[in-house]
């Protein structure tokens, strides 16, 4: 009888933390270590000017952006579309050095600068005692709110891995700081188990993970394939579910953490209907301000059969 292969794990095929090849993300690490120790408005205006960088220099990921904005909103002219995919760019620039500093420099004191809205809701969820799922958006504003999130609740959070070994070390180790629970999302069993422990899981599930686990739902009126995974945890455990909006006030310089009330009637037993339910609710926070919306990436990339690719 013919021996069964081994499964090689992506994390055995990630080259060693020291490796020569990971030698410039640990010197560019070292390079941010430095810059976010500056003020805040420093730090801002050099992420704007990375940003800007970014969008002339980044060809590739420039074209997406153009193309995801053309498609989620062709009522704009290709002037302001323009125009939009420059703030993007700028916010994802600022974004990023933000949130190197609860993972750089965690003894900055970020929590004068948050205000928190609707947190009865989460609160609320989590007495239940049945574990509450947390759902966001990819947002340029993500792990800066770390400190002022934790606060929150007994908060776990999911993550990707990163086969850049050093990438994947300054991640989880500068989660694991504020979050009891960092868990890799392929991990559902450890998902499942801190849901009967009564935690919060928070994770986004507004990204193009193929069809395997998906269904096809409309987001911005654009047939999208979306994972099940929200709907099926959530029967399983009978978990309440909420979404919590993450994002940068233009007109005060705060950052806003808000949730909101818990999806009543979800799951409800139909996997796209329950994944419609998701993509219009992130459509709709996503449309109070899309320049901080991550466009950078293929969010369409997956079609139905028989569909052409949106990219060509």
Known sequence: MPKRKRRVHKKDRAPHLLA????????LIGFVWLMVRLPLSWISALGRSTGRLLYRYGHSRRR????????????????ARVALAK???EHVGIGTLELMIPWLNPKKDLLPYFSVKGLSHLRNAVALNRGVLLLGAHYSVMDVISAPLAQCG????MYRFNKNPAWEWLQLNGRKR??????ERENTRQVLRRL??????WYAPDQD???KHSVFAPFFSIETATITATARFAKLNSSPVLFVQHTKNPASGQWEIEFHPVLEGYPSGDDVVDAARVNQQIEQLVRERPEQYLWLHKRF????????????
């Open 178 to 183: 504020y979050f009891d629970g960092v868990i």
């Open 154 to 157: 007994p908060i776990d959070v």
């Open 209 to 211: 993970y193929g069809i």
């Open 196 to 201: 009967k422990q009564g935690r919060v899981v």
């Open 20 to 27: 020569p090849v990971v030698w410039p993300t640990w010197i």
């Open 87 to 89: 703030q993007t760019f």
């Open 64 to 79: 997406i952006t153009l193309r995801n904005l053309e498609l989620c909103f062709p009522e704009l002219g290709e002037q």
């Open 301 to 312: 990339k997956t079609r139905p059969p028989g569909e052409p690719s949106l990219y060509q």
